[in-house]
């Protein structure tokens, strides 16, 4: 058997041996942390007392469409393609999939292609000196003293002559992953690009409530100000009454500049209302990427605040941990963080990789395709570290603190989800409690503001008193009016905190992770 076949089945059977090992993997695998919520945040639910109850039920993962508004639903299926904060995410995560795929390639060997012509003449009294080639034009032994091996001059001239050098073939090379480097910074990448998933989703709940929020604060300022023009109404039929009383004797000139100072001090607050209507819609504008003014044909007519549902379905207990961006994202970057820890254990160890290059070589353009200019070499190489000066170790001390870190942030967000879970059920079931308290009110408020009227006619009364009575009244209607709209907006501080709102615009993370 020839001497090049052995060379050839026992790089074969290294290359085999190196693939076998290539199995082991340094560093601690990734085990996902199990964060059961606890059963008491939920069992909140059996001692509400509210009209509209948070039940146990299947998320509804479009919590917007509970207020039943069309105009609100329209938006929110707007919001998704339009706004600009959801966009810059997706770039993000558009981003961190390249990185994922830079990293991937390592996995594979890489193959190069390369081509060249070189116009080329030695010195004599350089190189070519040591190996017989004179400048005088005669050769001379080599420095070793065997036959010269410079390229000989021309009859007539001196020193070497130049030549033409044609070359062309393929450089490739494998890193072979024995030790799981390149696995782990493969798995790192994948779950950077998992946090990246999340993190889009994240932005996207946020700003699905804050056009929610935006929404409810201008149904109802649009309707404190149709409340004030109501009660402006009222005040200045009263202050008429007053000027035709006190022509006719009965009332003093006071009551008529009380009665205008209550129209006037009511009319004050018409004009910040107005503004505060327009402000709010080029709020909303910003978060649908629409110019100042663009939405005011399809927001500016007022409509009543929504009104709350029977129910609130908020899921399980078990589903709010998979479900919550945030906890999801902390989860991805602890999964990063305790496989950079591999990275950094594997670069204590050799890293072996498998080199080898084929292609031609010739003097002559004509003869380089011929397969005597042949040439290849072949062989693996192995780099091993000696001395780093504590880099490697420091390296690693610096990937396990970081992952230490991140598993504190995981904790600490599945913490800050309960609480915010537990927060939003109690002040949901209290705010619509106070809200029925102020309908009472206004409801007394509106009988007392009749009687009072009847009186004054009657002259029975002093028009202070009626004053006082209609300026309870306008507050009780104001208080009444805003704790409605704060009930929505706890509706939506609730289903904000259980994390849903993204799922119906965008596929699982598998599939975005592609």
């Known amino acids: 058997m020839k001497t090049s076949d052995l060379s050839f089945r026992a790089l074969l ?19 996902s942390p199990t964060s059961a919520t606890p059963p008491q945040v939920f069992a909140r639910t059996a001692s509400a007392q509210a009209p509209s109850k948070a039940v146990e039920a299947s998320f509804n993962q479009d919590w917007w469409t509970l207020f039943n508004d069309p105009t609100l639903n329209a938006l929110e299926q707007q919001l998704a393609d339009a706004n600009l904060d959801v966009a810059a995410a997706s770039a993000r995560l558009r981003q961190s999939r390249a990185e994922r795929r830079v990293a991937g390639a390592a996995e594979y060997p890489t193959l190069d292609g390369a081509a060249s012509y070189d116009r080329e003449r030695g010195s004599p009294n350089g190189i070519l000196g040591l190996l017989g080639v004179s400048p005088t034009g005669t050769q001379s032994q080599s420095a070793s003293g065997a036959t010269p091996l410079g390229v000989a001059p021309l009859p007539g001239s ?32 994948s779950a950077l690009t998992d946090a990246s998933y999340d993190d889009r989703n994240a932005v996207l709940l946020s700003a699905r409530a804050e056009l929610a929020r935006d929404y409810i604060e201008l149904r109802d300022t649009q309707a404190l100000l149709r409340i004030a023009r109501q009660n402006l109404e009222i005040a200045r039929d009263t202050a008429k009454l007053t000027q035709v009383r006190a022509r006719e004797g009965v009332t003093t000139d006071l009551d008529v500049a009380n009665a205008s100072a209550q129209a006037a001090s009511i009319e004050s607050l018409i004009p910040t209302l107005e503004s505060r209507c327009t402000t709010t819609i080029n709020a909303i504008g910003v978060l649908l990427a629409e110019e100042p003014g663009a939405l005011q044909p399809t927001l500016g007519e007022a409509h009543d605040v929504p009104e ?3 129910q609130v379905p908020i899921g399980f207990p078990s589903e709010l941990v998979q479900r919550r961006p945030d906890i999801r994202k902390a989860e991805a970057e602890l999964h990063a963080a305790t496989a950079s820890i591999g990275m950094a254990k594997a670069d204590f160890y050799p890293r072996i990789s498998l080199n080898g290059s084929a292609g031609l070589q010739s003097l002559q353009l004509s003869s380089l395709a011929s397969w005597a200019s042949g040439q290849f070499v072949v062989g693996p190489s192995i780099t091993m570290p000696i001395f780093e000066g504590g880099r490697l170790k420091g390296t690693l001390n610096l990937r396990e603190a970081q992952q230490q870190e991140a598993a504190i942030v995981y904790r600490r967000t599945v913490l800050e989800a309960w609480r915010e879970v537990d927060d939003a059920l109690v002040v949901y079931d209290a705010e619509q409690q106070r809200r029925d308290r102020l309908a009472e009110v206004v409801t007394l408020n509106q009988r007392a503001l009749a009687v009072a009227q009847q009186r004054y006619k009657a002259g029975a009364l002093d028009y202070l008193d009626v004053l006082n009575v209609q300026k309870q009244l306008l507050d009780a209607q104001s208080n009444m009016e805003q704790s409605r709209a704060t009930a929505d907006a706890n509706l939506i501080t609730l289903c904000k905190a259980l994390g849903g709102g993204w ?4 596929a699982n993370r598998a599939t975005a992770s592609r």
Request: aromatic share 12%; with cysteine; charged share 20%.
């Open 503 to 506: 799922e119906s615009s965008y």
């Open 158 to 189: 001196k020193g070497s002559p130049a030549y033409n050098l044609y070359q062309a073939g393929f450089d490739a090379s494998w890193e072979l992953d024995i030790w799981g480097r390149v696995r782990r910074g493969v798995e790192a990448a």
């Open 308 to 310: 709350l549902p029977g």
């Open 13 to 31: 059977l290294e290359m085999l041996a190196c693939l076998v090992i290539t199995g082991c993997t340094v560093g601690p695998n990734f085990e």
